[in-house]
């Protein structure tokens, strides 16, 4: 049977990881399930490790999972669709119109500005340096958090190219923000798992 949905919310931050017992950092691992994390749990908070080193195949169980428990009651969460992004840009673009081709909103490469690290103390990231920053810490655009930079972020979109068939959308701390912004499509292999690659869920109802 169709399920028919009234509507959906993106998640507010990228998807955060707490509660883990020990990270891989390696990304040598091949396999299409693959998380670097051991243990944890995903959450949508302000402030946390941000769930990286995870696989496209990955993101997308973990999405579908974290609402598993509300089955029967009219509501799916999902590993974020290029539709979903490219409606959220469409609403931030209300008040921000550049956002989807130059933004200083995102933690990008070239930016700088002030952030809260996963010990609660204040630090400055300055520009010219890479720095992965923890969930909700750049300017929030219509109360949406790091959409552009930050981590790049898997989708449930498809490409025709066989080895990068999955795309991921945003750019990262390691991009710049007048090239990898948060309209930027990239394509990768689905067992890709690196230090820039996250995904965000949203909630259909």
Do not use: H
Not at 45 to 51: D, H, I, L, M, S
Not at 164 to 191: H, I, K, L, P, Q
Request: hydrophobic share 25%.
């Amino acid at each position: 049977s169709q399920i028919m949905y009234g509507g959906f919310y993106i998640g507010r931050y990228e998807t955060g990881i707490m509660d883990y017992s020990s990270v891989n950092t390696s990304t040598s691992n091949t396999q299409e399930e693959y998380t670097g994390y051991n243990g944890g749990k995903a959450v949508i908070q302000k402030g946390k490790q941000v769930w990286n080193y995870i696989t496209r195949d990955k993101a997308r169980k973990v999405s579908e999972d974290m609402y598993k428990k509300l089955n029967g009651f009219s509501v799916n969460s999902k590993l974020c669709s290029s539709y979903a992004w490219d409606t959220a840009l469409k609403f931030i673009q209300i008040n921000y119109p550049n956002y989807n081709t130059n933004s200083n909103q995102g933690n990008y490469y070239n930016q700088t500005f002030n952030y809260i690290d996963l010990q609660g103390a204040t630090n400055t990231k300055k520009s010219s340096t890479s720095t992965l920053v923890p969930t909700g810490q750049t300017t929030a655009v219509n109360n949406i958090y790091d959409m552009g930079g930050n981590v790049w972020e898997w989708t449930s979109e498809d490409s025709n190219n066989e080895s990068s068939s999955c795309t991921r959308r945003g750019g990262s701390y390691g991009s710049e923000s007048n090239g990898s912004t948060a309209a930027y499509r990239r394509y990768d292999s689905r067992v890709s798992a690196d230090s820039d690659m996250s995904f965000r869920m949203t909630l259909y109802l």
